[in-house]
């Protein structure tokens, strides 16, 4: 028997191809449909598995694997970790993501410099294990609740500086992160933009990042996502695990608090 | 020898359903890198799934399956505790084999 | 209080520091440790001109406020140079479609595009348009060509802060992300009666 596999770029352009004179309705309802299909074989999966390796393996100048770097949950306890992040962190006096905090570990534990990932190029050399092991990580909080914890008056703060960053325009377009996500059902072209300035938004987003995008075949950590996000807000470009970017991941994780997460997740 | 590949198999009701995650470019060799030269095709050419000796599934690929295709079948037979062997070659002769446990 | 803060906002800083100033001055330590120039995306578009910090909040400026941006903001505008308001809708339409231009993997030398489809519907036939922005389609068709309706357009796109100080849309002429010339023309997309936004 010899057959040609059922090939889900054909279901796609069907879904795309749709009449230009359908009802906008039934363009969100094929897109969903498509995002479903997609939802079965997620790609990231690969990532995953690639990752969960880099984590025990023996590497850097220490030769020393990452099993006792501690998420915030004690040292090697990668369960639930990344539901918890980003979160204060004593030892460095900092609050951190989960990928400054990678940083801190291998910098600290395997003697690898932050300057592989600050100077780094997405997918290539460290930062392409960088980018393995945060999906291993976050799948190791996959189905888990959204869980932050704001007591400290480090989290407070950074609270307040990212909602401050999320509003703050500037460059010459005169964007903000608000620009696109401070409103209810909007859209750029045809991608839905999540309200993140409240709760189910905010789940749907912080939730699904990282995730691996269709389109372009990579898995974007949300590092990542949030500097693409400045590229095209026209902004000069954010530092890797800068204070902005972690200021901004603890205001999109308080107001998604409860919700579910859904990472690695597979985006268009 | 290519990335490893996901696999999954589970049987009810004397069905196997497999999905296969695979782990490769499917570069079409259309494509221009950012100085314009062509990017040379390299794509999964021919896929076969194995239970036991017996062949269930042979298929064809080609450039136009995206990058790490995702792959889902099912057959008659196959129990729990049994093996499904998935195969790959591409077109630069490079090859990957991999096996799940039915579930 | 309010007052006196309002008469003088200079004084505050030395007299009266509260913890609202600590966080701003923590806040621009912030930002400023956090970005750096890539490509032709340098490092002082963080700043903020006055109008972008006055937006900068998830509550409204004062309508006080806003007028004095808007009246500010209209003195940009600068009218054709010719006296003529439209180009070609065909060049226009390509304007409209391309978000290119002024992010860090841009080249200084790329084509600005308009990016109008990124947040409007436009035409009768592309489906791919966001909804950040009102519908425009039929613009032309609706509204006609009154010499009003023709300049209140111009503005609009040559500097829409001039119309709603914290409109979402970017000011294209002002900030230089268009010519003169793809304002015509994207006017041109709006306004002719040939253009698919009027004509389905």
């Not at chain 3, 039929?138 to 209140?152: A, D, F, I, T, W």
């Given at each position: ?9 054909l ?7 749709a009449p230009?004179?359908m ?13 479903a ?16 390796d880099i984590?025990?393996?023996k ?6 694997s ?21 979160r204060?962190?004593?030892d ?16 600290t ?43 400290s008056?480090?989290m ?24 696109c996500?401070?409103?209810d ?14 709760h ?16 372009n ?33 603890v ?11 859904m990472?690695?997740g597979?985006?268009? | 020898?290519?990335?490893p590949?996901?696999i ?11 999905k ?12 221009k ?9 390299h ?16 298929a064809?690929?080609?450039?136009s399956?995206?990058?790490?295709p995702?792959?889902s079948?099912k057959f ?12 790959w ?15 | ?14 007299h ?32 903020q ?27 940009t ?11 070609d ?7 409209a ?8 993997s ?15 519907q ?8 966001g ?6 389609l ?15 357009t ?20 002002d900030a ?25």
């Open positions: 028997m010899k057959t040609r596999p059922m090939m889900l770029a279901a796609v352009a069907a879904a795309i191809a230009a004179a009802a906008e309705g039934s363009t969100a309802d094929g897109i969903a449909q498509y995002r299909m997609l939802a079965e074989g997620n790609p990231a999966e690969l990532w995953e598995l690639a990752g969960e984590w025990k393996e590497a850097g100048p220490k030769q020393a990452l099993e006792q770097c501690d998420l915030g949950k004690g040292p090697g306890v990668v369960k639930g970790a990344s539901a918890a992040l980003p204060y962190f004593k460095t006096d900092r609050v951190q993501d989960l990928e400054s905090r990678l940083m801190t570990c291998m910098q534990l395997q003697g690898i410099s932050p300057d592989n990932f600050v100077k780094g190029k997405w997918g290539k050399g460290e930062m392409e294990k960088m980018e393995q092991i945060v999906a291993y990580v976050v799948g190791q909080s996959r189905d888990m609740k959204i869980n932050v914890d704001m007591s008056p480090q407070k703060k950074m609270y307040a500086l990212g909602k401050k960053a999320f509003f703050y325009r500037a460059g010459p377009m005169d964007f903000a992160c608000s620009t996500h401070g409103e059902g909007k859209r750029i072209r045809l991608q839905d933009l999540p309200n993140l300035t409240k189910e938004g905010a789940a749907a987003g912080w939730g699904s990042w990282p995730a691996y995008r269709v389109s075949g990579q898995f974007w950590t949300m590092q990542h996502r949030l500097n693409d996000c400045y590229r095209q807000q026209r902004f000069p470009e954010p530092i890797y695990g800068s204070d902005v970017t972690i200021a901004l991941s205001y999109m994780a308080k107001t998604a608090n409860g919700g579910t997460v990472t690695p597979i985006k268009r | 020898m290519g990335n590949m996901r999954r198999a589970a049987a009810s009701d004397g069905v196997t359903e497999v296969v995650l695979m782990n490769h470019e499917m570069e079409t060799g259309q494509r890198d950012s100085s314009g030269n062509l990017i040379p095709a794509f999964i050419t021919e896929l076969n799934a194995k239970h036991g000796d017996k062949v269930v599934l042979q064809e690929f080609g450039p399956v995206s990058k790490n995702f792959l079948f008659k037979g196959g129990a729990k505790g049994e093996k499904v062997v998935i195969s070659v591409d077109n630069k002769g490079d090859s990957r084999s991999d096996e799940a446990t039915i579930g | 209080m309010n007052k006196y803060l309002m008469i003088a906002p200079l004084a505050l800083g030395i009266l520091a509260t913890a609202a100033d600590d966080m701003t001055a923590e806040f621009k330590q912030m930002m400023d440790g956090s970005f750096e120039s890539s490509g032709i995306a340098d490092k002082h578009r963080l700043y001109l006055d109008f972008q910090a006055v937006c900068s909040s998830d509550r409204m400026p004062s309508a006080e406020r806003l007028k004095a941006i808007e009246a500010e903001q209209m003195k505008i600068r009218w054709p140079s010719d006296g003529k308001y439209t180009g809708w065909k060049s226009g339409e390509k304007i479609i391309s978000g290119r231009g002024l992010t860090w841009d080249k200084a030398d790329t084509t600005n595009g308009g990016g109008c489809y990124n947040c409007h436009l035409s009768h036939t592309e489906i791919s348009y909804t950040i922005g009102p519908s425009l039929n613009y032309g068709k609706l509204r006609g060509n009154s010499e009003e309706m023709v300049k209140y111009w503005g609009k796109i040559w500097n829409a802060k001039a119309y709603s100080a914290c409109s979402n849309m970017p000011r294209n002429g230089e992300i268009l010519t003169e010339a793809q304002i015509k023309d994207v006017m041109a997309y709006l306004f002719d009666p040939e253009s698919p936004v009027n004509k389905p």
